[in-house]
């Protein structure tokens, strides 16, 4: 690959927030050692990009030098701060840890990111108490951060407290409004809360924003969050109609749910096309058409 298509690679990777940290180490490492490394500010966001690969891939030698050059054209950067943080997570316990982040909060209680890292490694020491507090607390400060709803959510989940993580979701949405994942998310929390005409009516909202730019969604086998969104779909539809739990939202439940558990199992059909599926597609169907 050439250097442009690797940059350009990398560069993609940034911009949807995805780690890819095998192919990232690959391609960075190889063009650091070779000095091809972009020297205007999109080389300190690959700098950056590459230390926390580095980090996930334990070659933190890699890591080091990415945080030099980082630390020097950045001197006392609470970017860079916490990105050193993040490398000492890699190597030294809990307790020094903490205290790092502790003392960065101490210099600047705005510091988001130190929080956050504070926050995630509260709940890997199983100091869940701990972390679900301090992350209301940081809630409170910095309400806007929708990825900070989803984790106490996620925390609310890990301990069964559906009602609270639905909460928690609710200002998900609110704040990202356009986000499927989080439809599905809300709506996966609706179902294990035994809520399934709220769930039901998430993953519709769901497949909607996923398959409205379709030109012909009915002839495009379902994958990834659509075929997820579409299982979450046939599980309610089945339930409501064996006649599932009452809503604890006082949810009604559409009126034309055999019509959508037909459509559900077709789309969930769909992606089993092609002989070398036939024998999965024998398997689902004897599930998704029983009666």
């Known amino acids: 690959m050439s250097l442009s298509d690797s940059l350009q690679k990398l560069a993609s990777y940034r911009v949807n927030n995805s780690r890819a940290s095998q192919d990232v180490f690959k391609k960075g490492e190889a063009l650091l050692k070779a000095g091809k490394a972009p020297r205007d500010e999109e080389g300190w966001a690959f700098l ?169 969604p009915e002839s495009t086998p379902p994958t990834g969050l659509a075929f997820r969104t579409w299982w979450g779909i046939k599980l309610s539809t089945r339930h409501l109609l064996e006649g599932g739990p009452s809503s604890p939202s006082n949810t009604s439940a559409p009126k034309n749910l055999k019509a959508l558990d037909v459509l559900a199992t077709e789309r969930i059909l769909s992606a089993y096309k092609g002989k070398e599926l036939e024998y999965q597609r024998r398997l689902v169907e004897g599930w998704v058409v029983r009666k």
């Open 48 to 216: 950056e990009q590459l230390a926390l690969a580095a980090i996930d891939l334990d070659r933190l030698e890699v890591a080091e030098i990415c945080l030099q050059k980082l630390a020097d054209k950045f001197p006392g950067s609470p970017r860079v701060d916490v990105l050193t943080g993040i490398r000492m997570e890699a190597t030294q316990g809990i307790t020094p840890v903490l205290e790092y982040y502790n003392e960065l909060l101490l210099q600047d209680p705005t510091n988001a990111a130190a929080w956050k890292r504070r926050i995630s490694v509260l709940r890997r020491a199983r100091s869940v108490d701990k972390a679900t507090e301090e992350l209301i607390e940081y809630l409170d400060t910095f309400y806007t951060d929708p990825e900070g709803w989803l984790e106490l959510a996620d925390i609310y989940v890990s301990n069964r407290q559906y009602t609270s993580a639905l909460q928690a979701l609710s200002h998900a949405l609110v704040l990202n409004p356009q986000n499927p994942f989080t439809f599905v998310q809300f709506a996966e929390t609706a179902y294990s809360a035994s809520d399934l005409p709220l769930a039901l009516k998430m993953f519709l909202l769901a497949i909607d924003m996923i398959e409205r730019d379709l030109d012909s």
